[in-house]
């Protein structure tokens, strides 16, 4: 075969083998040794995400809950506001104090008593080792 031939048949092959040799890396010369970032995983060099402490979830839960209950006139099902019973046993607790202080010093001063109270219950809660009778508890 003469060397025009061989060119010929070349680039009329290169346009199908683009694609592949572009991600074997070929053409760009990249190769598997070098400076590439090691994936991140188990056994990567990447921090573990943060996670957010249970007594924090907690308190976010309950907070938000609260002001839900205070403002309507009902109590809801603990488990559809994704609350375990102890969980929910603070709310009722905060929202009793909530009304009470929402009567006596207005919304405002309920608003942060509930902060306040749904912070102090998870935190105690938590100490005492928080749900440990199933997932509900």
Known sequence: M?????????SALL???????????????????GSRTPAAGPTGTSPSPRTTPPEDLCTRLVAHWSREVLDGDTYGDY??????NGQYEILRKVVDAA?????????????????????????RWYRNGGPSKGPWQ
């Open 2 to 10: 003469t060397m025009g031939r061989i060119r010929r048949a070349g």
């Open 79 to 84: 488990q559809s506001m994704g609350l375990s």
């Open 99 to 123: 009304r009470a202080e929402k009567a006596r010093r207005g919304p405002q001063a309920a608003d942060a008593l509930i902060d306040r109270r749904a912070h102090e219950g998870c935190v």
């Open 15 to 33: 346009p199908a083998l683009l694609p592949a040799l572009l991600a074997a890396g070929v053409i760009t010369g990249c190769s598997d040794t």
